[in-house]
């Protein structure tokens, strides 16, 4: 339940953050201020770091799970409603399945059918939200959280195979101090200014976002990622658009068009399709 929630409030405190500061320069600012925290958490718990090839695959996991990720994810909460974002997020298991076909994998006749429902899902909603009018902010913002999507699915491919050999702390720092470098690179680029005011509401979703989702949240992620498996705590993942989509509702304002929620409905169909081959 806490990582259910946790995942899914995570896309609400990214929404207030993003209406009020740069995206971006709010990212780096939470990834800098959680990682003297997550330091001292792993030199308290004697947390050994991955080594060898492991610690390539968290690299890896906090350059496009996390870093590209949530830059993406955050710029497209500027745009579009959290409880969008949280679905199109959502989607990562479908590019996670497509890499795993690549790699060789195979997939039940059931995963066919529920990764073809996931894209038409997907589809539908893109084609519904175009025939009401889509504007070009709002475009930018689903296209952003696809990518997203694709980032997240890159680097959870590039984790799994060191998943059950390294620590959820210390991964969860070295992931943050690689995301960090990452969210420099792209706000020295396209960061804006730097923000310089802040509310009373921004300064609570960015402790929330920074302390609780970045510091307990990827630590749970880990722990479910270790003790279920991957697929599994994709599936989990599953619960966060509803979450977001009504934490956004009722505390927020925000309304989801008739076509998100047809193409949500079919999207997630897919998703438990596939998670229920596997």
Partial sequence: MAYVLMWGSAFNAARIIALEWPPLWALLIRFAAVLPLLWLVVRLRAAPMPQGRDRWSVVAMGAFGMGGYLACAW???????????????????????????????????????GLALGWLGVATLGILR???????????????????????????????????RVDPWSTNFLQTAVAAVVLAGLVALWGGAVPT???????????????????????????????????NAAALQLMAPPVA????????????????????????????????AR
């Fill in 197 to 231: 005011r802040a509310t009373p509401a921004v300064i609570g979703a960015m402790l929330y976002a920074g302390l609780l989702v970045g510091m307990l949240g990827y630590a749970l992620f880990f722990v479910v990622i270790r003790r279920f498996g991957a697929s």
């Fill in 245 to 276: 989509a009504v934490i956004g509702w009722a505390l927020l304002g925000e309304r989801l068009a008739w076509g998100d929620v047809l193409g949500g409905a079919i999207t997630l169909t897919g998703l438990l399709l596939m998670f229920r």
């Fill in 75 to 113: 710029v497209a909460s500027a745009h579009v409603p959290s409880g969008l974002v949280a679905l199109l997020a959502a989607s990562s298991p479908l590019f996670v399945a497509m890499g795993a076909r690549l790699l060789g994998q195979r997939m039940a006749p059931m995963g066919w059918v």
């Fill in 130 to 164: 175009s025939a009401e009018g889509m504007d070009a902010a709002e475009a930018w913002g689903i296209g952003l959280a696809l990518l997203g999507a694709l980032l997240q699915a890159l680097g959870v491919l590039a984790f799994a195979p060191a998943r059950g």
